[in-house]
């Protein structure tokens, strides 16, 4: 059995004697480590993905764990195999203002259908979007900027009361998410919390498959020409023969959008130096 952390605790100082009033301590070690990320990952090679997820779900493996959804393409799938196992767990969704209205209404949709009862909707501090962003149009000349106000930083405040996440990213997706591990560290910062990729060895076929046993609706979007779908200002339609990511802030030296990326959350920056904007 892997000896887990479940979070932050309050301990008393043990040297204090019963009559003297304890100064309580906050354990601010990290939640979890590289070595029993490893040990899951041994513990689970092999075992099927409903399996996995019953026994992080139900025994706690991963401490207090929510899911982070785009709800675009491929969603649906890990959505509906974490409410067949408890549909109350808490979906984050990044509601960034720069979605496509169709992905607005899937969410709706997936959510009635799959039974999801814990949907939290994630928004931009008012505050950074007005000084960062007053024009909306970040995205045009710094998309790592847009994207740290939109989604990095509100996702990391609110991952500060779980101890793990739940990603739907696939070792198929691209290039530089092959050999995905099903758990791993969040580098986003240094909090240590755990980072459950469930379909991480799945294929694209096994993707389509489920959606086909299910009957899951499929992303409105999908069948033209969008098989990874984000902000509608950076995602666009994608050639036969590329990576199902190709569309994603293309013409960009970008494949993340930063909440996948090591440091990402240690605090948004301002303008890159010298930064020249179009806008």
């Not at 799938?77 to 808490?90: C, E, T």
């Not at 928004?123 to 790592?144: H, M």
């Not at 994207?147 to 609110?158: D, G, M, N, T, W």
């Not at 036969?240 to 990326?261: F, L, M, Q, S």
């Amino acid at each position: 059995m892997v000896a887990l952390r479940s979070g932050r605790r309050v301990t008393g100082c043990p040297s204090v004697p019963e009559t003297a009033r304890r100064i309580d301590r906050l354990d601010t070690a990290a939640r979890f480590t590289a070595a029993q990320a490893e040990a899951l990952n041994a513990r689970f090679a092999g075992v099927g993905t409903h399996e996995m997820l019953e026994a992080v779900l139900k025994d706690g493996l991963a401490g207090r764990i929510a899911a982070v959804s785009s709800f675009g393409a491929e969603s649906a799938v890990l959505l509906h195999l974490l409410a067949r196992i408890d549909k109350a767990v808490p979906v984050l969704f990044l509601d960034t203002g720069k979605h496509f209205p169709e992905t607005l209404a899937y969410r709706d949709e997936l959510v009635a259908r799959i039974g999801l009862t814990n949907l939290i909707n994630l928004t931009p501090e008012q505050e950074d979007i007005a000084k960062r962003d007053e024009n909306g149009l970040r995205w045009s000349y710094d998309p790592d900027g847009c994207c740290e106000i939109r989604k990095v930083a509100p996702l990391a405040k609110a991952l500060t009361g779980f101890d793990a996440s739940f990603t739907g990213r696939k070792g198929f997706q691209s290039a530089t998410r092959a050999g995905l591990a099903r758990f791993e560290l969040d580098t986003t910062d240094a909090a240590g919390r755990l980072k459950v990729n469930p379909l991480a060895d799945w294929s694209s076929d096994q993707i389509e498959s489920y959606f086909t046993a299910t009957g899951l609706p499929p992303h409105p979007l999908v069948t033209q020409g969008y098989p990874s779908i984000g902000c509608s200002p950076c995602t666009s339609k994608v050639a036969p023969g590329e990576d199902p990511r190709a569309g994603r802030w293309r013409g960009w030296d970008k494949t993340e959008c930063g909440i996948h990326v090591d440091g990402a959350a240690e605090g948004v920056t301002d303008l890159p130096p010298g930064y020249d904007p179009a806008f």
